[in-house]
């Protein structure tokens, strides 16, 4: 069976109370979605939510089911509001720490401030769920640090069975 993936179908969540009213514009996940033109993906699904654990963890359920990756953007800080770890947390069922790890140390280049992110990444299913910050800068940071290795982690977590050496 080939595994070689034709076209990774995306789903972008914005989490933030003020989008979700329509008090604020989503510039984070349009971002996301230039970001992925250099690769082969589609942002498929895209919705602003609002800061709710339960809404979060459904809509990460109905997308494991649709998309190859659900990038969420926001909610990842310290606030009250900031559930979106948690949320994630009670939905993967295999945890990638490494991807959180780099995306943290990335940060760590230009602030200090980086390593209070409780973004999180693992699978569920066969979906790649990675949460992102919700700044666009960080966005921008974040995804970019690991970009490169998202369409071979689909790949492996869809079950090619090819050596990961690197070339």
């Known amino acids: 069976m080939n595994y070689e993936l034709l076209m990774i179908t995306v789903a972008v969540l914005t989490l933030s109370d003020k989008g979700s009213k329509g008090e604020r514009e989503d510039t984070s996940g349009p971002l996301i979605g230039e970001m992925l033109k250099g690769m082969d993906a589609r942002v498929t699904y895209y ?4 800061d ?11 997308y494991s089911l ?5 990038l969420t953007t926001g909610g990842t800080g310290l606030s009250p509001r900031d559930v979106t770890p948690d949320a ?3 939905v993967i069922e295999r945890e990638i720490p490494g991807i959180a790890e780099i995306m943290r140390a990335e940060g760590m280049k ?14 569920r ?7 992102l910050p919700g700044s666009p800068r960080a966005v921008r940071e974040n995804l970019g640090a690991i970009l490169d290795v998202i369409p071979h982690a689909i790949e492996k977590i869809k079950g090619d069975t090819k050596e990961c050496a690197a070339p």
């Open 47 to 50: 919705e602003v939510l609002p």
């Open 52 to 62: 709710e654990k339960e809404v979060i963890k459904e809509k990460l359920r109905e």
């Open 66 to 70: 649709k998309a190859d990756l659900i």
């Open 88 to 90: 994630t947390l009670e």
């Open 110 to 123: 230009k602030t200090s401030r980086s390593m209070l992110s409780r973004a999180v990444a693992g699978t």
């Open 125 to 131: 299913g066969v979906a790649l769920i990675i949460n």
